[in-house]
């Protein structure tokens, strides 16, 4: 049994649709963000980073616990764990690891920004709304012309597709206009959506 600690962001339903997608036994803990539980002792004892997610694998390497944070660690785990959702040869694991990291050090980050300034922050800041803007369209472009290579991002459904599916679909909740001219984004967007996994992943916690 997997201990989940999660909270409804794109980070936390990332590892809960891998969950889901590789039907491993899991207890969502729900972690919540918006009343600092993320800094209680007995959190920041599983994530010394006071960030969701993480997990607690009861049967890790050796048959022993083991916790892991960061949501793209915790993928990368899951998928080494399984021999699922990640090509076995070394150039799949490459294109799979690269736009993992895709995700991770942009889309992420730009839609977190976006978000916080357009939606969040107290005072409009020009500025940051639009720099933050441009950069989100810069990577949904850069998205879409490498789906125009096949129906996921790296080659056959993975763990790239999972990374990135829950920060896209919010974007296209939230900021549509932000998806004009794209044709593969939207068609991805629903081919992933449409699988129960990611349905049900989606929902948690």
């Known amino acids: 049994m997997i201990d ?8 936390g339903r990332k ?24 800094f209680k002792p007995e959190f920041l004892a599983v994530n010394p ?10 049967q890790g390497p050796g048959g022993q616990p083991i916790t892991v944070f960061e949501s793209g660690a915790i993928l990368l785990y899951l998928a080494e764990k399984t ?7 070394l150039r799949g694991k490459a ?7 895709f ?10 920004q976006l978000n916080h300034f357009a939606r969040f922050h107290s005072s409009k800041i020009p500025y940051a709304i639009d720099r933050y803007t441009q950069e989100s369209k810069r990577l949904l472009k850069v998205l879409d012309g490498q789906l125009g290579k096949g129906d996921y991002v790296a080659g056959a459904y993975s763990i790239a597709d999972i990374s990135l599916y829950p920060w896209v679909a919010g974007m296209q ?5 932000l998806f004009a001219g794209l044709t593969r984004v939207p068609q991805w967007l ?7 996994a990611v349905q049900r992943g989606m929902k948690v916690p």
């Open 190 to 196: 629903a081919r992933v959506g449409s699988r129960p």
């Open 103 to 112: 995700q991770m050090g942009g889309v992420g980050p730009m839609f977190g």
């Open 49 to 58: 980073n006071n960030k969701i997610p993480a997990i607690v694998d009861a």
């Open 173 to 177: 909740s939230y900021f549509p206009e």
């Open 95 to 101: 294109q799979v690891t690269q736009w993992l990291m």
């Open 4 to 11: 989940l600690y999660t909270f409804a962001t794109p980070n």
């Open 15 to 38: 590892v809960s649709i891998a969950l889901e997608e590789l039907g491993l036994p899991y207890t969502a803990k729900s972690v919540d963000i918006s009343k600092g539980e993320q």
């Open 83 to 89: 021999g699922k959702l990640m090509p076995s040869d």
